[in-house]
């Protein structure tokens, strides 16, 4: 979960992570596969005046991969971070209360401070506020220059839910906008 007590997130000598969590040596993609299974399972969701399944939580999958090349011994290493962020809610649509609402509201929060550091990359300002949320700071080194990022944008096609796609298609589109600059990587292994 993007707020939830429990999960720090800290700065270390490899960049930011996440206090507590369990990494894991794959050799194959059927061995990501179940990883990100037992970590979708462990998704926070409930239901809520529009949405049987929301997902209460934003989902961080980090895949490293290191490639050695057994002549010269030298070694390549990349990290692909995979996010599946959850969606901001109004909350007099949803009617969210209680701690369905404690969790909007924290949704919400970390969204907005996603913004605000596209907001600032995008405009080239010195100041990047990654800090601002635990989102935000975990995803500092996937959202810096030399790095390489994809997005994808689910909206409803439900008319009453017009205004909300239109948000979540400007937000597509200022994050579209963001040079991060040259990718650091020059060479793709097959």
Not at 2 to 17: A, C, D, F, I, Q
Not at 75 to 103: F, I, N, P, W, Y
Not at 129 to 144: E, G, H, M, V
Request: glycine letters at 8%; aromatic letters at 4%; charged letters at 20%.
């Amino acid at each position: 979960g993007s707020e939830l007590p429990g999960l720090e997130v800290r700065l270390g000598k490899n960049g930011s992570y996440v206090e507590g969590l369990s990494e894991h040596d794959v050799t194959g993609e059927e061995e990501v596969m179940a990883l990100i299974e037992k970590g979708q399972a462990l998704r926070t969701v409930a239901s809520n005046n529009i949405n049987e399944h929301s997902s209460r939580s934003h989902l961080v999958i980090l895949v490293r991969v290191v490639r050695e090349n057994v002549i010269s011994g030298s070694v390549t290493s990349g990290q692909m971070t995979l996010v599946d962020l959850a969606g901001s809610e109004r909350l007099k649509t949803t009617g969210a209360s209680g701690q369905r609402l404690r969790e909007a509201q924290h949704i919400n929060k970390s969204l907005s401070s996603l913004g605000d550091v596209i907001s600032a990359l995008g405009t080239s300002q010195k100041h990047v506020p990654y800090r601002n949320s635990k989102l935000t700071f975990l995803l500092q080194d996937t959202l810096r220059e030399g790095s390489k990022v994809l997005m994808f944008v689910n909206v409803s096609p439900v008319p009453d839910f017009a205004s909300e796609s239109t948000c979540s298609l400007n937000f597509a589109s200022r994050c579209r906008a963001v040079q991060l600059g040259q990718s650091s990587l020059n060479r793709v292994y097959k």
